[in-house]
Every structure is written in C-alpha cells, then in structure tokens.
C-alpha cells in the first residue's frame, strides 16, 4: 500500500489539507473544512474525507498554525551565527511579553539587510493544539507557520536579485537578494494598502507583484503593475508554500516542535537509541572486566609505590603543609589555585583598564549611564541609557576617537516610557589587553 505524506494549514476561518506521496513531493489532493468554531470536530472531518478516498497511510505530518497564535518582533543584531542568535533572542523580547520567557518558545528567521525576524508563541497555545492532535492521533513531525514559508513559492517563480513581492488574499512576502524581507497577513484591502504604504516608507522598491486570481484588480487599482500567477488557488497557497519548503527539508524554517515539545517519533527513536547503547556498553563492559581483573593485582602494587613518591614530592614542594590525606587531589588543588593566580596577574583583558576608559569617554551633559558589561575574549557589548538618540552617537563618536576600540556598532537605540533612550553598543579591545 502506498505512503503519504500530510500538510495540513490551519487558517482562522479555514484547513486546508494536502496529500502527497512520498515519491513525488507534489500534492495530489487538497482536502477543505470550515472552521464553524470547533477545530477538532473539522480536523476529524478532514481525516474521514481522506479515509474514505484512500489516504489511510500517512509517514509524515506537518502542521501549519495560523499566523495570529504567533508574536513578531523585527530587530539588528551585531551578528548572525544562528546558535548565537537563538541564544540571545528570549533576552532581547522578554520585556515584550506579557508571559515570561520560560513560558514561551521562540525562533529566529534571517532576513534581507541583515535584518532578523524573532518569533514568539505561548507554550499554552502550542500545548492546545497538540491535545487536539493526539486526540485525533495526529504526530507531527514539523510544526511552524505557513506564512514563512511562502517566500519559497516566490522563489520558484522568480529567480532574480531584485525586490519581489507575492500576494495572496491572506498574506503578502517580499523578497530582497533571493532573502525573505517582509511577511504580512492581509485581512481587507486596508491591511493591503498599509503594507504597501510601510513599504514605500521605509524606501523598499518593489519590482515586480505576482499574485493569485484577483488580487491583480486589487494591485492595479494602487497603481501597482501585477503579475497573475493562477497556478494555485487562494487559501491553498499555505499548503502548496510548505510542500515546496518540506522539499528543501524545511531549511531555515522554524519548527516549534522542540525539547519537550518534541514529536512522539523522535522521543521513540532516542529511546531506541539510548537502549541499544545501554546493550552495548553492557558488553563491552563485560569484555573488559576480565581484563581490568588481570591488571588488578599487578596495578594495585604499582600504586601503592607511587602514592609513598608522591607523598614524599607532595612534602618537598609544600613542607608547611604537615596533612597529607590524599597527595594526588591536593596536588591538583594547590596547582589550581597557582593557575587562577597566572591568570589574573599575567594574562587576559584588563577589566579595570576598560571600566576606566570607559567612564573617562562619557559626558555628564549626556547623562550616560553603563548598567551592563559583557566581555567575551576581545569582543566587548555594554547596554546603557542617555537622554537621547544624539548622546548615544556621540558616545559612539567618541569611542571612535579611541585606540583602544575599534569595531564599534551601535544597535538597538529605542525611547524608554520615562524619557531618555536605551542603546547597545559593542566593539573590540585592542588597547587594553
């Protein structure tokens, strides 16, 4: 009996779900449910239209979750290595949340311009549907948001650096040097003319509009020159947009499905995994004992003779030290503390060095106050406040006029509620090490 795969995109009004074989990744069939306000019971109408067409075997499962369960945030970090990015983006939004971030999940997207997309959902709302799955006996291995990944509908239709945009009645992407720039749900033609004025805004040209039937009429009438793209039909374009991302292994995707939310099939094969290791160490275990057993004897008398050497070194080197328990551990210890000396006295960044010049760059009209420093090797990143967006660059300015740095970013300046602006800066040392 054939396999299939299974991507079902959960709308607000809407599911769309689509089956294609494990063979050919094009979808072979899209089945359609309104939503009348029970996503469960029009989940498991979908599944009894697909049993009774056939599609009983399903391998694979992705879900799509509307794009309204999810928060956004658009920021300028000072690098883009996605471990570190990962790393530092619960930091960087939880003064946004009303939760904490230990109640959330979130995801980065890499965008044009050196842009990054943080995304957010409530470990609540993703527990809600989960129940729901395994209700209906659904295990998806991949849970993210269509939207994200429509910019790759784009992409198989238009392969040049310019800026391109793709617009559907739900959603609009635009892409900026073959990178996603901008995601935005449309509602109404409201929605579709603040996207556009955003856009223009922010001085982003686009060259060419492809789009689905009718959304063309919508285009023109904003003066905008559209590109009909009639091969897929509006509300199964989440669909289509996920199988062609499932095709690249869903690269650079965000999967929410992760540590305890972790598909049942993953949780099996690490089981599976940690059983066949424990069966092997077990041999292995066995094999050697026999072994260890030999050298006991022979090694136990050997040891005895090194540890009287080592009590009488341990006596030499440190005679003022009259208890010797244990020579080797006490060794370590005292050799421990001799490095931690080496390292303070004879290498490594001169903190107080730093902190000085520092504070002799800042001026008191500016009012500039440093409440964190954070050192890694030569890398240096300080969060602070002034009174305003032109202290914060002639705090930069000045830095700039130091030897001592170099490499100096500005990011994140933005208005505090009570006046005055936050800022991080980061730059390297070469002055004071």
Not at 37 to 57: C, P, R, T, V
Request: charged residues 30%; proline residues 2%; aromatic residues 8%.
């Amino acid at each position: 009996m054939a396999k299939f795969h299974l991507i079902i995109d959960i709308g607000k009004d809407s599911i769309q779900a689509g089956v294609f074989s494990t063979k050919k990744a094009q979808v072979k069939r899209i089945f359609t449910q309104h939503i009348d306000g029970d996503l469960k019971e029009a989940l498991f109408s979908i599944l009894q239209d697909m049993d009774n067409e056939g599609y009983k075997d399903l391998s694979w499962i992705a879900v799509g979750l509307p794009a309204d369960s999810i928060t956004i945030r658009i920021m300028t970090l000072p690098f883009s290595d996605k471990k570190r990015v990962e790393e530092i983006i619960p930091f960087e939004v939880e003064d946004t949340l009303i939760k904490g971030a230990s109640e959330m999940l979130t995801g980065a997207i890499p965008l044009a311009d050196g842009k990054t997309m943080a995304v957010v959902i409530e470990k609540d709302i993703l527990r809600w549907y989960l129940d729901i799955f395994e209700e209906l006996k659904i295990d998806p291995v991949w849970i993210g948001v269509s939207l994200f990944s429509k910019d790759q509908l784009l992409k198989d239709i238009y392969d040049g650096n310019e800026t391109a945009a793709f617009l559907d009645s739900d959603s609009m992407v635009v892409l900026k040097d073959k990178m996603p720039l901008f995601f935005k749900t449309i509602k109404d033609d409201m929605d579709l003319r603040l996207a556009l004025a955003s856009l223009d805004q922010e001085g982003i040209d686009i060259k060419s509009f492809y789009c689905t039937e009718g959304m063309a009429e919508k285009l023109n009438k904003l003066e905008k020159e559209a590109i009909p793209f009639n091969q897929y039909q509006n509300g199964e374009t989440g669909v289509h947009a996920l199988a062609a991302h499932s095709n690249k292994g869903f690269k650079g995707s965000i999967n929410f499905r992760k540590g305890e939310f972790s598909s049942t099939g993953e949780i099996k094969a690490a089981i599976k995994g940690i059983k066949t290791a424990v069966v092997l160490l077990a041999f292995l275990i066995g094999l050697w004992g026999g072994h260890l057993y030999l050298q006991y004897k022979t090694l136990n008398k050997e040891m005895a003779t090194t540890k009287g050497e080592l009590s009488a070194a341990y006596r030499k080197l440190f005679p003022e030290d009259s208890t010797i328990v244990d020579a080797l551990y006490q060794l370590e210890v005292r050799f421990k503390g001799l490095r931690e000396r080496k390292n303070v006295v004879g290498r490594g960044i001169n903190v107080l060095e730093i902190l000085r010049e520092l504070s002799e760059t800042t001026d008191n009209k500016d009012k500039i106050r440093l409440y964190q420093l954070q050192i890694h090797g030569e890398k240096i990143t300080a969060k602070g406040e002034t009174d305003s967006f032109e202290g914060a660059n002639r705090f930069k300015d000045a830095l700039s006029n130091l030897h001592s740095f170099e490499e100096i970013i500005l990011t994140d300046v933005k208005i505090m509620a009570g006046g005055g602006v936050n800022f991080l800066i980061s730059f390297t040392a070469k002055g004071v090490l």
